[in-house]
């Protein structure tokens, strides 16, 4: 099976969120190792620490889509780091509108 240019291009433009990683996982520990106000609602707790782990979990998201769409060639799972994606933009929305 040939590979197609716009699979070839989706996982191009899901490797742009891995260049700045490094600086989303030392964000990420640190919010992890910091102090939450007594006050802060649950609510606001599990949208924050969800936004934290799904961004965290994203390059494992990558890699198997992408190791498992070379070995299997199956064009599907090109859809699976854009859901990561998808899902840390909308618990981010959620954790800005918080407003904690």
């Known amino acids: 099976m040939k590979r197609k240019p716009l699979e070839i291009i989706a996982f191009v433009i899901l490797f742009i969120p891995l260049l700045i990683y490094p600086f989303i996982i030392f964000a990420n520990i640190m919010s992890f190792a910091g102090h939450k106000s007594p006050n802060t609602p649950i609510s606001t707790l ?3 620490y969800s936004f934290m ?3 965290t979990l994203y390059p494992i ?5 992408l190791i498992v769409y070379i070995n ?3 064009p599907a799972l090109i859809f699976i780091p854009f ?4 899902l840390s933009i909308i ?3 959620l954790w800005s509108n ?3």
């Not at 998201?61 to 889509?65: E, G, K």
């Open 53 to 55: 782990i799904i961004t």
């Open 46 to 48: 599990i949208i924050l």
């Open 91 to 93: 618990f981010f929305i």
């Open 83 to 86: 859901i990561h994606l998808l």
């Open 98 to 100: 918080t407003g904690s």
């Open 61 to 65: 998201s990558y890699f198997l889509s």
């Open 72 to 74: 299997k060639k199956k």
